[in-house]
């Protein structure tokens, strides 16, 4: 499912929103205008709330910029930028951030709390501008008497009767028998595929951790053990690690050889240099004592400078085997640089398929419990036995909403409104003979 905006401007409360918004307002003022008019009368929890209250599912885009004093322009963090999701327990995990909690919060108030971390951690001396902008919404849930229960994308203006709309309306008597099976075969199927997906997913997330500390091996998590599916995809996750940790291997074995070649040809041009010196020495001496000889006319001059030249000569070699022993220095500090990159690029790969794994993990988890709702709801003999009758069902609502931290059910009715998150619950009224 594709991110989501509200309209076409994102009003938030750093430096990125308000040029954006004030760039709009001075070319469609009206449009604008009409946009914020809008916003207020479809969404009136947040008009009453303030700003949105973001909580788990919900999906950021987040940008981050710094402003670089010197140059006086914008560095974009393109390594942070991208779309995060919020964990079930509303935490948002942000690379050199870490977890912070998000539930409860505004995009404003996540995005101050981005830049304010990211400047302590790294001591820089501007604060870095984050812009946290909703690229969806956490879904609503429906179960019970409606044609289609199960997760659908949030709708501003959403209410009870909406929703059902949405589901596919009510479930209809003659429908009902098939349908209830239906729903039971296709709810099972649905919590497998997602219960098979969370299993696969924590032994990803154990391999992966186990990758980053460089250890050769990792433990299955303690709430799976013993699950019959684990082997094979133990198996898979370990041949992973082991090619990962292999191939990283080679490379800084391979830069260590070749910086033991360089450092064996520094120490033989040093030899070399002593070698060449001595024979500078000996050069000197010789032209020293033919210089006395060429003054008195007893030595021809041509010897004395052939003398010169071979000192000079000598020299010069010396000067290329110390070139030489540079050369070769600058290029054990790039294959130094090469290993440090090597484990920085595997380190940043295995982080980012983390947090990939992570909010995979999340969406899964949520869906494996929904589907085993689903079943038991399929499941229980006093639905079906209540809609033996002809006559259209009496039903009631329920919302299922958690706030502060605590779940809790309230009855509702069609023009009840639903916010992201909200479980809604359609049921059968008991018969006068229940």
């Known amino acids: 499912m594709g991110p989501k905006r509200i ?5 938030t409360k750093n430096l990125f929103g308000l040029s954006l918004a004030c760039s709009l ?40 910029a710094e402003w670089q004093t010197v140059d006086g322009t914008f560095r974009d963090w393109s390594a942070i930028n991208g779309e995060y999701s919020i964990g079930p327990g509303g935490t948002l995990s942000v690379p050199f951030v870490g977890d912070m909690q998000a539930a409860g919060k505004t995009t404003a108030e996540v995005a101050s709390a981005i830049g304010l971390a990211l400047q302590r951690k ?24 409606v044609q289609n229960p199960g997760q659908f994308p949030f709708v501003p203006d959403l209410t009870v009767l909406k929703a059902i709309s949405i589901a596919g309306g009510i479930r209809r008597n003659a429908d009902y028998g098939p349908q209830l099976g239906k729903d039971l075969v296709t709810a099972k199927g649905s919590y497998d595929i997602y219960d098979d997906q969370r299993i696969r997913l924590l032994v990803k997330r154990a391999r992966i951790d186990a990758d980053l500390a460089g250890k050769t091996s990792f433990e299955v998590p303690k709430e799976i053990e013993g699950d019959p599916r684990l082997p094979p995809i133990v198996a898979d996750e370990m041949a992973i690690l082991v090619s ?9 074995d391979a830069l260590d050889d070749l910086k033991g070649v360089l450092q064996a040809e520094i120490e033989s041009l040093q030899k070399k240099i002593t070698n060449q010196q001595k024979q500078v020495d000996l050069a000197e001496k010789q032209a020293e004592s033919i210089g006395p000889l060429a003054q ?29 022993i540079l050369t070769a220095k600058q290029s054990i500090s790039k294959a130094e640089q090469d290993a440090i990159d090597a484990r920085n690029s595997l380190n940043s790969t295995l982080t ?23 079943i038991a709801q399929a ?56």
């Open 379 to 434: 499941s229980d003999p006093a639905t079906a036995a209540s809609m033996t009758g002809d006559q259209e069902p009496a039903l009631l609502y329920s919302l299922v909403r958690v706030a502060n931290g605590k779940t809790s059910e309230v009855e509702a009715k069609e023009d009840t409104p639903v916010l992201p998150g909200d479980v809604i619950k359609v049921k059968l009224a008991p018969t006068a003979s229940q």
């Open 352 to 374: 980012a398929n983390r947090q990939q794994a992570e909010a995979d993990l999340n969406e899964a988890t949520l869906k494996a419990g929904m589907q085993k709702g689903l």
């Open 296 to 324: 008195k006319g007893l030595v021809a001059n041509a010897r004395l400078l052939s003398s010169q030249q071979s000192v000079t000569d000598l020299q010069g070699k010396i000067l290329d085997y110390e070139t030489a």
């Open 122 to 145: 790294l001591a820089l001396p501007d604060k870095p501008e984050a812009s946290v902008e909703m690229a969806q919404f956490r879904p609503f849930y429906i179960s019970g008497e």
């Open 244 to 252: 990962d940790q292999k191939s990283l291997k080679l490379k800084l």
């Open 25 to 64: 307002v001075s070319r469609t003022p009206a449009r604008v205008a009409g946009f914020l008019l809008a916003a207020s009368l479809a969404m009136p929890q947040l008009a009453a709330a303030g700003d949105y209250q973001l909580g788990p599912l919900d999906k950021l885009n987040i940008r981050v």
């Open 7 to 11: 309209g076409n401007v994102h009003l």
